[in-house]
């Protein structure tokens, strides 16, 4: 039977013929294409190469499809390990590097000179392009489009992108199919126009895990930037978004800023150029057997055993990268604000903070990794019980992915306060993982309010006084009513994982280019999708 995707637009239908996706995906190679790679390397003493997982949403979310379909992973050698095993790849002919055996990845990196990813990553990704799609400029003061932004914006953010499409172009020609190519996230916006160019035929598909403004606030942007990102992203067949609230914000942008784009919002289209662009929403999920295998494993029962000394009779938790958009030190004021009001609980309440150092080469980052410590010593010498040893707030900084899921089976209250989010994994991660029926305070900003907001406690993320409220009635609340929510929300986890959001996106593909679809006077003929599927894909 058909199955109506969430994307709220009436016209994402799974194809009937489940066995087509499987098909497509077994004759045809896929290629994912992210500035962050699924591993970084690192050279050893003995100059051997070890290879370690990367971190953040995207890597976490994308790699789990890599067991099943072996994608070509395309992405930017981050670390000098990567360059030197770039360049050990490009002396040894070594087309794919492979990481593990069976390999797990193939992968190949694309490798711009220092100073010009410096430009693409830490002055216009971040913070340029992050903090305008998570409206987080202070808009009187800041950013100032200056000439070094502009020379950022050519010489790097450009001038990558480029470098991506050139690998993606290359990859496809040594294909014997077309493949399909998926592109993720700000960091590429101009590579989908990139490689159509110059592979007409490219199937090609761009997925945005962040959230997508209105229109009005991209015009903190020059226009050549603007426009040149949402041409860029028209170079794709489909384009994905969390939510569909941002995918109507792109399909206003594209009739805002860029000449000659008709929207048919009824049908969630854009035409341009003779070309017809799908604009879709597939809110991302986890893969919950891989992080029920990560939260159980050895590594994460050593974490079992001192993670405990942090806990308290409640125990609030949360668990981010040290990000502004995450809203940690507003969690902070609200969990002071919340003590003040609640003395009952003063000593028996510790709030964990679980944060990641992101971003380090961004002042911006190192500003607000700063602003968190001092939040947290004020707080603690507010509060501190010198008789007790009790402290507050405990801060556990540093990266590690199974330490993370460890803590998320013992909280009482998760507290996902962010500002804007695109989709927000901890919020699904922890529903699926805790077993203390703790209770979610999810903020209204996050793409995850959508889906799990029935079953947690919905703020709004600047409402210090709301959140403290919400602390205070989740620790108070019957425990017949924080099973209930919990329950519902492991139910909602479980039954949409990541491999839906993956192959709801290969399905639209398919039915993009089938003449059978509701849109078929639009349908595009001669896409390599829409002609018989051919066999025996080899990539040398
Ligand atoms: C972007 C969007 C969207 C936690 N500690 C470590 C670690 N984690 C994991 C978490 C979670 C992931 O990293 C973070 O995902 P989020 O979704 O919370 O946030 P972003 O990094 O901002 O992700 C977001 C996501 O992409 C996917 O589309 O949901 O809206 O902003 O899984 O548990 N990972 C590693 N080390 C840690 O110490 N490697």
Sequence with gaps: MARQTENGHGLGQMPEDAGAIDRVLRERPLIVASNRGPVTCSLEDDGTFRARKGSGGVVTAVSSIAREHQPIWIAAAMTEGDRARAEVAARQGEHLIEFGRPPEFRLRFVVPAPEAYHQYYNVISNPLLWFLQHYLWDTPRSPDITHEIWTAWYDGYVAVNRLFADEIVATCERCETQPIVMLQDYHLYLCGGMVRERNPDAILQHFVHIPWPDPDY????????????????????????????????????????????????????????????????????????????????????????????????????????????????????????????????????????????????????????????????????????????????????????????????????????????????????????????????????????????????????????????AMHQALTMPLADRRRMAEGLRRAVEADDVADWFRQQIADLIRYASADEPDADHADASSPLASPIEPDVAVP
């Design 218 to 469: 991209w015009r903190l942007l020059p226009m050549a930037m603007r426009r040149a990102i949402c041409e860029g992203m028209l170079g794709n067949d489909i384009v994905g978004f969390q939510t569909p609230e941002h995918a109507r914000s792109f399909m206003y942008t594209c009739e805002a800023y860029v000449d000659g784009a008709e929207i048919d919002y009824d049908r969630s289209a854009v035409r341009w150029n003779g070309r017809r662009i799908e604009v879709r929403a597939y809110p991302i999920s986890i893969d919950a057997n891989a992080v029920r295998r990560i939260a159980y494993s050895k590594e994460a029962r050593s974490h079992d055993r001192y993670l405990p000394n942090h806990w308290n009779e409640f125990t609030i938790l949360r668990v981010d990268r040290a990000e502004p958009s995450k809203n940690i030190v507003r969690g902070f004021q609200a969990f002071d604000r919340f003590l003040e009001a609640h003395r009952e609980f003063q000593g028996r309440v510790n709030f964990v903070a679980i944060t990641v150092p992101s971003r380090m080469d961004v002042p911006e980052y190192q500003d607000y990794l700063d602003d968190v410590s001092a939040a947290v010593g004020r707080i603690n010498a507010r509060y501190a019980n010198v008789e007790t040893g009790w402290q507050p707030i405990h801060l556990i900084m540093g990266e590690n992915y199974p330490r993370a899921l460890a803590a998320m089976k013992w909280y009482d209250v998760l507290l996902v306060n962010a500002i804007i989010d695109g989709m927000n994994l901890v919020a699904k991660e922890g529903a699926l993982l805790n077993e203390r029926n703790g209770v979610l305070i999810l903020s209204e900003g996050a793409g995850a309010a959508s889906q799990l907001g029935d079953n947690a406690l919905i703020i709004a993320p600047a409402d210090v006084e709301g959140t403290a409220d």
